[in-house]
């Protein structure tokens, strides 16, 4: 099956490469696993915060926040954002990373409003009062619709002629006279550039290509789902995180979603939560909180994927004509989803990041593979290109 570009890899970053370039090229898609989204797509925490990540990040995050609170005609039938909100709270020793916070935010262009104690207790009834010292609000941050988000891209590709194939693990690549040569699910797939959109398992599949891998390292998270506590209606609280915390909780259906923010390097697997993992989680939420955790409702692990430098990967490897890398979103691939895809086209159609991307001050250089290149050096089973 000849195709002018062979995406591997259907969760939201492959996703929206697709949407985006899909209306201009022929495109296959292809996913490993039975449905897309399977692994880091579908265990998001469903939050838009545009501040999150490296400074790279914040600005990719910035350039898709236009399409996600307006999308295109058609492209979905309910709201992709909804307001949320986010609530910081600082103990008494953390006042100066809670001033850079400040900074960072009005640096941003981004709206913070500094809260008394007791503004941000009555927001969230459940904190243990002893914990407030300072506390901040920033109401730029929603709730995403994660798969309404995901489908309206893989809705958008297949609409404009698009083929997605699902059980479609990769068994082989080559190069043979110009063009990528990929084995996957009893088919042959071929295609002058080859786009690796594959999260977790992106080196892997770059060493089926016999290119050398970035040393992208897969992270283990952990989020259960805990009842809401008795009396109190969580619909309208904001997400809650702590100054020095990697941890936060966000309202969910009614309930509480709760993750102490752990980050444990794994090799690329279906993650599943380990006991000691949510059991830290139990611990933690109840140090920040009254409430005495009695069950944990549900209880999961997905994987968020980084670069060395925790930006993202983006473009054609150095080594290797007509690769391109879409990889490493470090957790913010939902946020990043349309201008990433977007600026994946651009730089396959035209060799240049878009206009509005270089206008925001990101440099194709800052998030190009070669970056991560430790000498240049050619993988010795690499292919001809």
Known sequence: MDCDILIIGAGISGAAAAYAIGRKRKVIMLEGEFQPGYHATGRSAAL?????????????????????????????????????????????????????????????????RELTAAAAAAMVPILRPELIRWAALEPDVMDMNVHAIHQGYLRG??????????????????????????????????????????????????RFAGISPLGLQPKRRTAAILAAPDGFDTHEWPVTGFIGDAGYMKPEAGKLLVSSGDATPVEPQDAQPED???????????????????????????LRTFARDDSPVLGEDPTANGFYWLAGQ???????????????????????????????????????????????????????C
């Open 48 to 112: 838009y915060e545009p501040t999150l990540g490296t400074a790279t990040m914040q600005r990719f995050n910035a350039a898709s926040e236009a399409f996600l609170c307006a999308p295109p005609p058609g492209f979905t039938d309910r709201p992709l954002m909804t307001r949320r909100g986010e609530l910081t709270i600082s103990d008494a020793q953390s006042r100066p990373a809670f001033e850079r916070l400040l900074t960072l935010t009005a640096d941003s262009g981004r709206a913070m």
């Open 157 to 206: 590709f297949t609409t404009s002629g698009g083929q997605l194939v699902c059980n479609a693990q990769v068994r082989r690549i080559d190069k043979r006279n110009g063009l990528w040569e990929v084995e996957a699910a009893g088919l042959r797939f071929r295609a002058p550039i080859v786009v690796n959109a594959a999260g977790a398992w992106a080196d892997e599949i770059a």
């Open 276 to 302: 000691i993992d949510v059991a830290l989680l139990v611990d933690w939420f109840e140090s920040k909180t009254t409430m005495n955790v009695k069950r944990v409702e549900r209880r999961w692990a997905g």
């Open 330 to 384: 470090g957790g913010c691939g939902i946020m990043m989803s349309e201008s990433l895809g977007r600026s994946l086209a651009s730089l396959v159609l035209t060799g240049e990041l878009p206009a509005d991307i270089r206008a925001v001050g990101v440099d194709s250089a800052e998030i190009s593979p070669r970056r991560l290149r430790l000498d240049g050096a050619r993988d010795p089973c690499a292919p001809e």
